[in-house]
């Protein structure tokens, strides 16, 4: 009897102490994602910050690509509230009378973190061919690019120069009534994204399956925030200028204040692409052994491209050696 009460004890004891240790295990895991989403959250808003004022009153800032490197570090969710909290709560404070401007940032933030970690880790998992996706991103930059060129060359070059972000003023844009400036800086930066998406095609040998996947939920994102924006800001604000504003023009309004917008989107964009294509890779490899970092989808390719660089190179060997006992021969 007293074997039977030590032994249903002694159960009880160890089956508790399990769960303990893994309620705690899983709790310091919590906290330790917990904290590195604040840490990231405080280097975006610290990012946005780091700006440049254009000449259209748009800015160009760090916080996307802050947002973009949280998303390929720790995935989707996390990278979607880093975006959304870091640069919404720099809304927050600063655009407090633009009401519009603080719900479009933590919808678009959020949705463009998320996407860029969910598509990162879509591409590795069901390793889709990044060739052509890429070239979906390249025709999208082209059809920016030409639309963009013709509407400025159609324009008037009145005021052009560097004070007006070299525009041209295109009046009665899209029948709206109003004179849009239509920036040389899109159709520049846009061809400019084109040219680097066909170098990505033309040398996709050269990348790891990990960059390559990474290059292109980059571009989607910046696609997205740069198509979010435009679309966003016209419907949002109109929405304001129509039943706050009293506006009865409230969305021709918002619709050329997005417009003249889009350059700083396309800026910021190309700055992110940039710096995260640059500075992930490292980052990645310095972190990579953390609990917090750890992602077996991301790992899993790591290793697979590990593999074939070692069978590569002993191919390269074997041939070198046949070669050479060729010769001797």
Do not use: C
């Amino acid at each position: 009897m007293n074997i039977l009460i030590v032994s249903k004890t002694f159960i009880i004891e160890a089956v508790f102490r399990n769960w303990g240790d893994l309620f705690m295990s899983n709790s310091r895991k919590v906290l330790n994602k917990i904290t590195v989403i604040a840490l990231f959250t405080a280097l975006t808003f610290a990012g946005v910050f780091i700006q440049i004022k254009m000449p259209t009153g748009d800015m160009v800032h760090l916080g996307n690509f802050v947002m973009i490197i949280a998303a390929l570090l720790l995935g989707g969710l996390e990278g979607g509230a880093v975006g959304s909290l870091g640069m919404g709560i720099y809304d927050l404070i600063y655009y407090t009378s633009k009401p519009s401007t603080i719900i479009r940032t933590f919808i678009l933030k959020f949705l463009v973190g998320f996407l860029v970690g969910y598509l990162f880790r879509l591409i590795l998992k069901k390793q889709l061919n990044t060739k052509y996706l890429l070239i979906g991103a390249t025709s999208f930059f082209v059809l920016i690019f030409g639309i963009s060129l013709g509407l400025f060359i159609a324009g008037d070059f009145a005021d052009f120069g560097f004070s007006n972000g070299l525009s041209s003023n295109f009046a009665n844009f899209l029948g709206s009534g109003k004179t849009v400036k239509i920036s040389l800086y899109i159709p520049i930066f846009s061809i400019v994204f084109a040219i680097g998406t066909v170098l990505s095609i033309v040398f996709e040998r050269k990348l790891s399956t990990r960059s390559k996947a990474a290059l292109f939920a980059i571009l989607s994102a910046v696609l997205i925030n740069i198509v979010g924006e435009f679309i966003l800001r016209w419907l949002l604000e109109g929405t304001f200028n129509v039943l706050v504003s009293d506006l009865d023009d409230g969305f021709t309004v918002s619709l050329a204040t997005a417009t003249s917008k889009i350059p700083g989107s396309l800026i910021t964009g190309f700055l992110s692409v940039f710096l995260a294509v640059l500075i992930y890779e490292p980052i990645y490899k310095g972190v990579k052994n953390l609990t917090v970092f750890k992602d077996d989808t991301v790992d899993l390719i790591e290793n697979e491209d590990s593999e074939e660089v070692t069978e590569n190179a002993t191919e390269e060997v074997t041939v070198d050696t046949n070669t050479t006992n060729l010769h001797n021969v």
